[in-house]
């Protein structure tokens, strides 16, 4: 069975988590987001994609064991999977555009965000979310602390139509991170984040089947 068979490139601690999904479209989506990270590693470095070993820092970001210099990043929804792998640090992320609670746009979106949201109409409000939603997914991912900074604690400076920045000042000094958004098609979003605005990086985005052709 060609499930079977992909499992066995990941880690045995990852066959388990992701076996581990009630749902097998969760699985699905488990494994062939990390697939296309090994598969990327592979390509860039000469690793054989089973032999490719990730490490995890506090907050659950991969990073890859015993590579220095190289930094990774993955994400899936629906039938999507996109990693970034660069010589910076990344963060991406890729989102469906649907339809939220009204709760949940509240926790996430800053005052200012708040208030473009209000304006928008009809299907125009999920498109609106679901990108800023994205953005602050790739931007707490590339600050490796995920879910624990609050969403409604961050708003972008829009540089550029669909190119943003934020300046993080802290005791240290300040730090700038630079991200970017783009539509996948009429119903997905994704946003990819970095340390510098033109990292040499690269961004593969596939749909499953595709992916699949690539193994």
Not at 127 to 142: A, D, G, M, N, P
Not at 156 to 162: P, T, Y
């Amino acid at each position: 069975m060609l499930f079977t068979k992909l499992l066995m490139l990941l880690s045995p601690e990852k066959r388990l988590k992701t076996t581990g999904y009630f749902k097998k479209e969760d699985q699905l989506r488990s494994l062939f987001a990390e697939l296309l990270a090994r598969f990327m590693i592979q390509q860039e470095t000469g690793i054989e994609a089973a032999s490719v070993r990730f490490s995890y820092n506090h907050y659950g970001k991969p990073q890859i064991a015993n590579q220095r210099g190289l930094y990774v990043n993955w994400t899936h929804a629906g039938e999507w999977v996109a990693c970034a792998l660069a010589d910076v640090e990344v963060g991406i992320d890729v989102e469906k555009i649907q339809c939220v609670e009204q709760s949940l746009v509240n926790r996430c979106l800053s005052k200012s965000e708040l208030a473009e949201y209000e304006r928008k109409v009809d299907k125009e409000k999920n498109e609106y979310f679901i990108k800023q939603w994205t953005l602050k997914e790739s931007y707490v991912k590339w600050d490796s602390r995920g879910i624990v900074i609050p969403f409604r604690s961050i708003t972008f400076e829009e540089d550029d139509i669909n190119h943003f920045s934020l300046t993080i000042r802290n005791g240290d000094g300040e730090t700038q991170c630079f991200l970017r958004s783009e539509s996948l098609s009429d119903h997905y979003k994704l946003a990819f984040c970095s340390t510098i605005a033109d990292p040499p990086a690269q961004i593969l985005v596939l749909q499953h089947d595709e992916l699949i052709s690539k193994l």
